[in-house]
C-alpha cells in the first residue's frame, strides 16, 4: 500500500525544510503511540494471555452445586416416611457473595420473598465466609420462581436453584423419632471431618440424625455458562450426584398414624375435664423381634416445618414450650413404672420360690406391717397371685417385696433391663434407674429402710423407665424370656434397590425366669383384661386375646397413667406401651390409645377396613437429575 | 465523464483505501458486538446508512476547494457555538452527560461535528500567523478562539471531547512553530495545578476513574467493571482471537458498550493480537499518509487543517485503545471509524473528504 522507496524520499525532503524536524516529531509521535498499544497488546495478549483466559471463564462459567437427595425412608409396608420433593429456592450463589448487592435489588426481593431487608442482610453477612451458595429463601412459590428468573436484570445478584425438600407425608405423627433436618452450620463435620458444603442438608435429630451417613447423598455439581445477568446459555456436565441411601423402617404407619390420633383425641378429652396432663407417649414393638411397630411423643412437632426452613420465633416456641415437644419422651425421659412393674416383681417372688401362684394372702386395705395402702383404699380381702394381679393389689405385692428383699428386687429388675440403655437405633436414649440399697447409700448416703422396698416392689421409690424399656420388660414376658434390643432400621439400601445393611433381631439377654413362671405370669396379665381386672373396662369384650397391665405411677404431680397389652394372649405379635404424664384418671387415660394401636395393629373397629397411604406427590428418586438451575 | 475520471484518479487511493479497510472491519465487529448473528441487525444497518452519508459528505468536502472554507470561517465558527448552546439547553442526556440533539429519528451529537469545525477555524487563524507563536501574548487568540467551545463541551460534560481540542490545538500549534519554551513553561504550571486539579476541578466519577487506572480492582463493580472486563477480553483473545461472533465477553454481555466506545476490546477478543495489529497498522497508514499530506502541501491552511485531522485521529486511537487496555483512564472518546455513531462516522469522513481535497489540490500549479 505504501510505497516503500517513498519514505526515505519523504524525510530526505522534510530535512530541507524549515519544520522538517517537527514532522518528523509528529511521525516519531504515531510510531510511538501505536508501539506503545501493540507492545501492550503483545503483554496481555500473549504473555498473560493465559491468565487472561482463565479469567474470561470465571466470568462465563458458574459451578452450580446440585444438592444429592436425601434417601427415602419407608415404612414396613413400603408407605414413604420421609422422602424428598423438588422446591424452588433463591440462592445467592458462591460466586456472588461477595459483591455489593444494591439497596434496590434487595428491596425488591425482600417484596418478593416476604423477608424484612435487615434478615437477608443478616443472612448474607452471617455466611460471607462460608464456602457455597447461600439459601436465602427456601421453597417458594412458581411464581417467585418465574419472577426472579424473568427478571434477571431485577435481580443480578440472585437466582433460582431446584433443590430436594425434605418431606414428612404424617406431619407430627413422625416428629422426634424421624427428626428433622437442617443447613449444616459451620461447626457440622460430615464422616470424613470435613466442613459441609454450605446449604448442604443434615440430619439434625432422630432417625435422620442417627443414619445421616447413609441417609445424605454426594452433592456434585453442573457447569453453566451464563451471560453477564447470570442468564444460564449452556450446559456442560460435571461431578454427577449420587443420591442417599434409602432406609426402611420396622415402622407400620397405620400404627404411627394411629396412636398419635388417640393420643390427641384423648388429650383433648382430658383437657376439656380440666386435666394437667403434660405429654404422652406411645409404643409399639412385636415381641418376637424387637422390631419398632410405632413410636409416638407428644407433644411433637411437625419435622416439614425444619425443611422449609424454621424462623427463629418459631424455634423460640418449640424450645421455651414447657411441655418439650423437642423430647423424644418414648426413649428420653424417665418416669415411675408404677403398677406396671409388678411383672418383674411378680418374677423375683416366682423364682424365688417365696410365694406360688395359689397362695392366698389377706388383703385387709394395708400391710400389717407397715400402713401402707392400696391406691384407691380398697380392700380385697384374701386373694392369690392372679387375683393380685388383676385386680393391681398393692398388699400382695407390698408382701413379696418384703419377702424377696430389695436386693432381689432390683437383680430381677437388672435382669429385664431397667437402669440400662435399650440400644435402640435412636439418639438420646435414657437408661433410667433401678431402685437399690447401694444406690440409695451412695446418692443419699442412707441405708434401705423396708418401706421403701413396699415401694420398689409397686414400681414407686428411685425406680425410673423409659416407656420403651417397658415395651421390652413386657415383650420378654410374651416371648417367653428374650431381651430384644428395639430397633427401628430394618434393613438400608443400594440405590439398585439391593440390600447394604440388613439389621436382624438381636438378642441381647435372657430373663432368668422360667417358662413355666413366665406363662403364669401371662395368665395374669390375661385376668387383668378380664371382666373385674383393671383393664376389663375397656378389653372385655375385645376380639382378640389380650393381656396387659395397667399402671398409675405416683409423681411429685399429679400421677402418671400407664397402659401396657399385648396380643394375641397366646402367641403375641405385638406390644403396646402407653404412658400419659400427669393425667390423672391413671390408667383409664392410656388404655383408650393402646386400644386404637390394637385395632389398627388386627384391623378391627373403625379400623377394619383401612388402608395404608401416603401421599402420592412425592418423587421417591429425587437424585438430584432434574436439580438445579431451572 | 473524462473530467469524474481525471478526478478519481487524484484522489489519495492509499488513504482512502485504509479507511474503507477499518470501515468495513468496523461494521462486522458492530455486527458481532450487537449480535446480529442472533438476528438483531438494526445497529449494522444504521452504521452502513452512516457509512453512505459519510461518503457522501466526503465527495462533497472532496469536490470544492477548500479555500471556500477560509472565507466561510466565521460563520462556521459561530455555527458550531450555537449548536453547543442548544446542547446544553435543549440537548437530550444519556449516561450523565448532555451530548445530543434530538433531530426527527436521528440523534445529533454536535460536539463531534465541532472538532472539525474548530479544526477549520483555527487552520484559519494559525495560517494568519506564519511567524508562530513565541510569546504568552501571541496565544492569545488562539485562546480566544478556542475558549468558548472548549468551555462548553466541558460542562455538558465531555472532558474527553475537550481533551481532543486541547490535542488538535497543541498539533496545529506545534507546526505554526510554537516555541518550546511556552510548551515547558505549559507542563510546568500543569504539574504544579495538578493537586488543585484533583481537588477542585475533576468529580468524583472522574477521580474515580483515575484510581481505577491504578489498580481497577477500588471499584471493581462501578468503575473498574468497564476497564477489568475489556482487559480480560483483550487478553483472552491470544494470538489469534476467539473468532468473529464467539468471543464470550462480548457475545455474553461481560464487556458493556462494546459496539461504542469499547470496540476495539471486541476486535482484540475475537480476532486477537493479529486483528487488533493489523488495525493499528491501517491507523498507521491513515496517520501517515494524513501527516505527508499535510507535509505536501504548499498552502499553510491546506496543511494546518490536515495536521489538525492527524492530531485528532492520533488523540484519539491512544485515548480510547489505551483505556481498553487499561493504560488510559476511561472517557467517552470513541475510535474513529471503528465505534458505533452516526456523528462521529459522518464527520470523520468529512475529514477524508477534506484531506482529498487537499491532497488533490497540493500545489496549485498542478490544478487547473
Redesign the interface.
Known amino acids: 500500500?505504501?510505497n516503500k522507496d517513498k519514505i526515505p524520499a519523504?524525510l530526505e525532503?522534510?530535512k530541507k525544510?524549515k519544520?522538517e524536524s517537527?514532522?518528523t516529531?509528529?511521525?516519531y509521535?504515531?510510531?510511538c503511540?501505536?508501539c506503545?498499544?501493540?507492545a501492550?497488546?503483545?503483554w496481555?495478549?500473549?504473555i498473560?494471555?493465559s491468565?487472561?483466559?482463565s479469567?474470561?471463564?470465571g466470568?462465563?462459567i458458574r459451578h452450580l452445586p446440585v444438592q444429592a437427595a436425601r434417601g427415602v425412608m419407608f415404612d414396613r409396608n413400603g408407605q414413604i416416611m420421609a422422602g424428598s420433593r423438588s422446591a424452588y429456592s433463591v440462592v445467592l450463589p458462591d460466586d456472588f457473595k461477595k459483591?455489593?448487592i444494591s439497596d434496590a435489588e434487595l428491596n425488591r426481593l425482600s417484596q418478593l420473598i416476604q423477608m424484612p431487608v435487615a434478615d437477608i442482610k443478616q443472612k448474607i453477612e452471617d455466611n460471607k465466609k462460608a464456602f457455597g451458595g447461600l439459601v436465602i429463601a427456601n421453597d417458594v412459590g412458581i411464581d417467585v420462581a418465574t419472577q426472579i428468573e424473568e427478571r434477571r436484570d431485577d435481580y443480578p445478584n440472585f437466582i433460582i436453584e431446584v433443590r430436594p425438600l425434605r418431606v414428612y407425608p404424617l406431619n407430627d405423627a413422625g416428629g422426634q423419632i424421624l427428626g428433622y433436618v437442617g443447613e449444616a452450620g459451620p461447626n457440622d463435620k460430615d464422616a470424613e471431618g470435613n466442613p459441609y458444603q454450605l446449604g448442604t442438608i443434615i440430619g439434625r435429630a432422630g432417625l435422620e440424625a442417627e443414619f445421616n451417613p447413609y441417609l445424605e447423598g454426594k452433592n456434585g455439581n453442573k457447569l453453566v455458562?451464563?451471560?453477564?445477568?447470570g442468564r444460564p446459555?449452556k450446559t456442560f456436565d460435571g461431578i454427577p450426584v449420587s443420591q442417599g441411601h434409602n432406609i426402611r423402617l420396622t415402622l407400620d404407619s397405620r400404627i404411627q398414624r394411629a396412636a398419635e390420633d388417640a393420643i390427641k383425641e384423648q388429650m383433648a378429652k382430658l383437657g376439656s375435664t380440666s386435666s394437667f396432663a403434660t405429654g404422652a407417649s406411645a409404643v409399639a414393638m412385636d415381641p418376637q423381634t424387637g422390631a419398632i411397630l410405632a413410636m409416638v411423643s407428644w407433644p411433637s412437632y411437625d419435622s416439614n416445618h425444619f425443611s422449609q426452613g424454621i424462623t427463629a420465633a418459631e424455634w423460640k416456641d418449640l424450645i421455651n414450650n414447657p411441655n418439650h415437644p423437642m423430647q423424644n419422651r418414648t426413649i428420653s425421659s424417665v418416669y415411675p413404672p408404677g403398677s406396671t412393674f409388678k411383672v418383674i416383681t411378680a418374677s423375683a417372688a416366682l423364682e424365688s420360690h417365696v410365694t406360688t401362684p395359689g397362695e392366698r394372702i389377706f388383703d385387709s386395705g394395708k400391710h400389717w406391717l407397715i400402713p401402707k395402702r392400696n391406691a384407691q383404699g380398697e380392700a380385697f380381702g384374701w386373694i392369690n397371685f392372679y387375683d393380685a394381679m388383676a385386680k393391681s393389689d398393692n398388699v400382695y405385692f407390698y408382701e413379696m417385696g418384703r419377702r424377696l428383699g430389695i436386693d432381689r428386687l432390683s437383680a430381677m429388675a437388672r435382669a429385664y433391663g431397667i437402669g440400662r440403655k435399650t440400644g435402640i437405633d435412636l439418639p438420646g436414649e435414657a437408661a433410667g434407674n433401678m431402685a437399690s440399697a447401694e444406690y440409695k447409700k451412695k446418692v443419699f448416703h442412707e441405708s434401705w429402710y423396708l418401706g421403701e422396698t413396699f415401694d420398689a416392689a409397686i414400681g414407686q421409690s428411685y425406680t425410673l423407665v423409659t416407656p420403651l424399656q417397658m415395651a421390652v420388660v413386657y415383650s420378654a414376658i410374651a416371648n417367653g424370656g428374650y431381651l430384644y434390643r428395639p430397633y427401628m432400621v430394618s434393613r438400608i439400601d443400594n440405590f439398585d434397590g439391593t440390600p447394604l445393611k440388613i439389621y436382624s433381631p438381636q438378642v441381647v439377654g435372657t430373663v432368668p425366669v422360667s417358662k413355666t413362671n413366665l406363662e403364669i405370669i401371662r395368665r395374669s396379665l390375661r385376668g387383668v383384661m378380664q371382666p373385674g381386672g383393671t383393664g376389663g373396662f375397656m378389653f372385655s369384650n375385645y376380639p382378640i386375646p389380650i393381656a396387659g397391665k395397667s399402671g398409675t405411677a405416683q409423681t411429685h404431680g399429679v400421677d402418671n397413667g400407664w397402659f401396657i397389652a399385648f396380643a394375641p394372649y397366646d402367641k403375641p405379635q405385638i406390644v403396646v406401651v402407653v404412658m400419659f404424664e400427669h393425667s390423672g384418671f391413671g390408667s383409664q387415660s392410656a388404655a383408650p390409645v393402646v386400644k386404637k394401636m390394637m385395632d389398627a395393629y388386627f384391623r378391627v373397629g373403625s379400623y377394619q377396613n383401612a388402608t395404608a397411604d401416603t401421599s402420592a406427590t412425592l418423587d421417591t428418586d429425587t437424585s438430584g437429575k432434574e436439580g438445579g438451575q431451572i | 465523464m473524462h473530467e469524474f475520471l481525471k478526478f478519481v484518479k487524484r484522489l489519495d487511493w492509499t488513504l482512502l483505501l485504509a479507511i474503507l479497510a477499518i470501515s468495513i472491519l468496523s461494521l462486522m465487529i458492530i455486527a458481532s458486538a450487537t449480535h446480529a448473528n442472533n438476528g438483531q441487525y438494526s445497529f449494522v444497518i444504521k452504521q452502513s446508512v452512516f457509512l453512505l452519508v459519510g461518503l457522501c459528505a466526503a465527495g462533497v468536502l472532496t469536490y470544492f476547494d477548500f479555500h471556500l472554507l477560509d472565507k466561510y470561517a466565521k460563520i462556521i465558527y459561530v455555527v458550531n457555538l450555537v449548536l453547543l448552546v442548544i446542547v446544553k439547553f435543549a440537548g437530550t442526556s444519556a449516561l450523565g452527560a448532555q451530548r445530543w440533539i434530538q433531530i426527527g429519528p436521528f440523534t445529533l451529537q454536535p460536539s463531534e461535528f465541532a472538532k472539525l469545525f474548530m479544526i477549520i477555524c483555527l487552520a484559519r487563524l494559525l495560517s494568519q500567523h506564519p511567524e508562530g507563536f513565541h510569546t504568552w501574548k501571541s496565544l492569545l487568540p488562539v485562546i480566544a478562539l478556542m475558549g468558548p467551545p472548549f468551555v462548553l463541551v466541558l460542562i455538558q460534560p465531555d472532558l474527553g471531547t475537550s481533551l481532543v481540542f486541547a490535542a488538535i490545538t497543541f498539533g496545529m500549534l506545534y507546526v505554526s512553530g510554537f516555541s518550546m519554551k511556552i510548551v515547558k513553561q505549559i507542563m510546568a504550571v500543569f504539574v504544579v495545578s495538578l493537586p488543585a486539579i484533583w481537588f477542585f476541578l475533576l468529580h468524583d466519577y472522574q477521580k474515580m476513574r483515575i484510581r481505577v487506572l491504578f489498580d481497577p480492582n477500588v471499584d471493581p463493580y462501578g468503575s473498574g467493571y468497564h476497564v477489568i472486563q475489556s482487559k480480560i477480553a483483550i487478553g483472552s483473545g491470544g494470538f489469534f482471537g476467539k473468532g468473529l461472533f464467539a468471543g464470550t465477553q462480548s457475545q455474553l454481555n461481560f464487556l458493556p458498550e462494546n459496539h461504542t466506545d469499547f470496540i476495539f476490546s471486541v476486535v482484540g477478543e475475537e480476532l486477537g493480537f493479529v486483528g487488533a495489529m493489523f488495525l493499528l497498522f491501517l491507523f498507521f497508514i491513515v496517520l501517515y499518509r494524513t501527516l505527508l499530506i499535510a507535509r505536501n502541501t504548499t498552502d499553510r491552511f491546506g496543511s494546518l487543517m490536515a495536521v489538525g485531522i492527524m492530531s485528532m485521529w492520533l488523540f484519539q486511537v491512544l485515548i480510547n485503545a489505551g483505556m481498553t487496555l487499561g493504560i488510559m483512564p476511561v472517557t467517552g472518546i470513541p475510535f474513529p471509524f471503528m465505534s458505533y455513531g452516526g456523528s462521529a462516522l459522518v464527520m470523520n469522513f468529512m475529514c477524508v473528504g477534506l484531506l482529498m481535497n487537499i491532497f488533490m489540490r497540493r500545489q496549485k500549479l498542478l490544478f487547473e
Open positions: 500500500m505504501v519523504f525532503r522534510f525544510k519544520e517537527r514532522y516529531n509528529i511521525m509521535a504515531i510510531v503511540v501505536l506503545v498499544l501493540g501492550r497488546l503483545f496481555m495478549q500473549i498473560e494471555g491468565y487472561y483466559k479469567e474470561a471463564d466470568n462465563r459483591n455489593k455458562e451464563v451471560d453477564a445477568s446459555v
